[in-house]
């Protein structure tokens, strides 16, 4: 007997055929004598659309009428898979974020979860109904519906299993767990059995397809063991669990690739205290994400500054670089777009010596220029051009030897 | 300075040029100064392509669940007007069932309305705030979302503006008022300016196409002022209110017909006291309306028992009229089908005689057999077969003086 969370996504509701499938799966775990809270995503494709309704309207819809509208979806599925397991006879009950009282900020469209009152869901799970969650949607003091930003389903799901000291959340989506690298890009990619937060947290790129970083953040905060498994089979998924003493016998456990990401460097720029504030000041203030920043010193107190943003506010970031650039006296502008983000993962890192010269031997074999390298406790990254991406993933997947 | 309830139904904001024009309508209003509260119905088609949905699952679906997916359809309505209004400089601001307060008893799917808190709705008013509410929908003492029935926005709006005391309720549908017969049949109708609660409650057969009946009841016993218009030209509509004395200059105000019914008749029931009970109770117990009783004594210790129900339950009433017919020994069943109610409604008819009279005389001329009469204070109806219904309506029309 265990206290379990199960989520499952989009594509796992996207029709009444897939409900019942899921009804199914739900079904045989009650029937163990588990307690099961569900928390569902809407259906595949349906919140694009709604969104698409509100552009129609205008540009920027007001934010809390569009979580008002965006936070149906959700509502949706949730009373279909209800009815779907009452009329095959379990005892199950629909809660909406405000029923289940997940109570978030006010920051409409991606609102944080502060706290959970459990007390509605336990009452129920105590009459031994499975209770269905809708994911996505929380309130906020005022009685506002919020919504809290893409994928924000897992973090739901991840925060109502942090309430309720769940034994484990498993989150069902259409892979079945986190691979040592993408299987599309590296055909040798093997599935890991577990993983640590901070690893899910490193491979971003590669988990936050899978799985939303806040959700992981919020697994790490409050131990939540979370299971990553496929909704269209019963094999044992991924899971992601705190880090222990035998994980760090594998020093590298994924090697990621992000190609999202363009590169911008002010060149020779007068080497002044106050010249970083001048530049990402701005850039912060236009909402735009910052990954990587490296500054170079050259002779001649000047100094070279390159930062990665991602693709999508690049042109901004340009636009705001050319102001600064001229603001605080620097010669030149280099740009590049066609750039990939290579990265090895693995808290065995920090009790291994040489992972960052094995990588970079192993690119330097291939004749893989190296542009950037940022590093963390148990991450080493890479910026290459974006034509090498496919080659580095598989060298690096042998040289670390995860091709099994 | 007015407070203002408007209630647009689902074909006045079925797409997003429709709510376009709701929007505009809405703050025309509110330019003159005038404090709204808007009460929307879900798009046209959408509430019915839900429960369609949900009968893929299961031919009787859970009516909680049932409550909770078709209140999706109001929710997504009011997020795109509130957005509308919004985006051309309007402070709107949406309500759900539950926001508005809007407390109902627990019976899902046709639940009514015990109460409105309405605290919240004035706090955004005395804002200036123009507060769009979810119509159909409300929440029972759990927490539970709890649906209206068919045409509840009509109870939703009167319920809020007899809650603030608005002075007036405007119903905007697709026709622009209350005629004195359906256009359709009688190309002589004419749209009333006004009318009582009691002749719209006794025009049912007419009126529930354009206003739910149990709206008028709310209407009546809360004096509220309701005003039947199209959402589609500016034209002022037809005024619900309380009866006074010009309108008992007019004797008929309107002619209507009801096509939806059939006809059993018990023949030679033995007449014993308590055989009304025992074909009434399994009936009523088997959830059918009835419409007309009519019993006539005949001689020699035996009696007639008529009755209408509505053709939809028309089978089972058969059914069980048979064994009851049989238990009481009634000598036969005659039923029919091809009925029509004809009847004429009018507050004057309490200070005029004749009425009765000159309505029998009228079909006689026509050659149409009255089958069943019954009156009320204000309305004689009389059941004649069903090809006769338009002629019926037409030459009535006539003599009662309303063609023009």
């Known amino acids: 007997m265990a206290l379990i969370v199960q989520k499952y996504g989009g594509t796992s509701v996207a029709n009444i055929e897939k409900i019942r499938n899921v009804a199914e799966r739900v079904a045989e775990e009650y029937d163990k004598g588990n307690d099961l809270i569900v928390v ?52 199950a009950i629909s809660m909406l974020g405000h029923q289940a009282d997940i109570r978030t900020n006010d920051t409409f469209g991606k609102a944080r979860i502060l706290a959970i009152h459990a007390d509605r869901i336990k ?112 094999e044992e998924g991924t899971m992601v669990v705190a880090e222990h ?27 002044q205290p106050g010249t970083a504030v001048k530049l990402f000041t701005p850039i912060s203030r ?26 999508s506010d690049f042109a901004k970031a340009v636009e705001i670089s050319r102001k600064v ?19 090895v993962t693995g808290v065995g890192m920090k009790s291994h010596s040489g992972v960052a010269a094995k990588m970079f031997a192993t690119l330097a074999a291939e004749n893989i220029n190296i542009r950037l390298i940022s590093t963390s406790e148990i991450r080493i990254s890479c910026v290459i051009e974006a034509k090498y991406a496919e080659l580095a993933v598989q060298v690096l997947h042998t040289a670390f030897e995860l091709d099994s």
């Open 325 to 343: 650039a001229e603001e605080v006296g620097a010669e030149e502008i280099l740009t590049a777009e066609n750039i990939a983000k290579i990265s």
């Open 40 to 91: 569902l995503s809407a259906m595949a494709g349906v919140t694009n659309s709604m969104t698409k309704l509100a552009k129609q309207i205008t540009a920027t819809p007001e934010s809390r009428e569009l979580d008002v509208l965006l936070s149906t979806g959700e509502q949706t599925t949730i009373a279909l898979l209800a009815m779907t397991l009452i009329s095959t006879g379990y005892p």
């Open 245 to 271: 003493s035998n994980m760090e016998s594998l020093v590298v456990s994924g090697i990621t690739c992000n190609k999202n990401e363009a590169r911008i460097t002010l060149k020779k720029v007068p080497d």
């Open 123 to 234: 009452k129920f799970i105590k009459k031994k109904k499975i209770v269905v969650v809708a994911g996505f949607q929380g309130w906020n003091a005022n009685g506002d519906i919020t919504t809290l930003g893409r994928g924000g389903s897992d973090t739901s799901a991840v925060a109502i299993a942090a309430a309720l000291k769940a034994d484990v959340c498993e989150i069902f989506t259409d892979v079945n767990g986190i691979y040592t690298a993408d299987p599309n890009i590296c055909l040798k990619a093997q599935k890991l059995n577990e993983i640590s937060y901070d690893e899910m947290l490193e491979m971003s790129s590669l988990g936050a397809k899978i799985l939303q970083i806040r959700s992981v953040e919020f697994a790490k905060k409050y131990n939540v063991p979370v299971h990553v498994r496929s909704s269209f089979c019963k």
């Open 286 to 311: 236009a909402g735009i994400l910052v990954d990587m920043i490296i500054q170079n010193t050259r002779s001649g107190g000047q100094t070279d500054m390159t930062f990665t943003v991602p693709q």
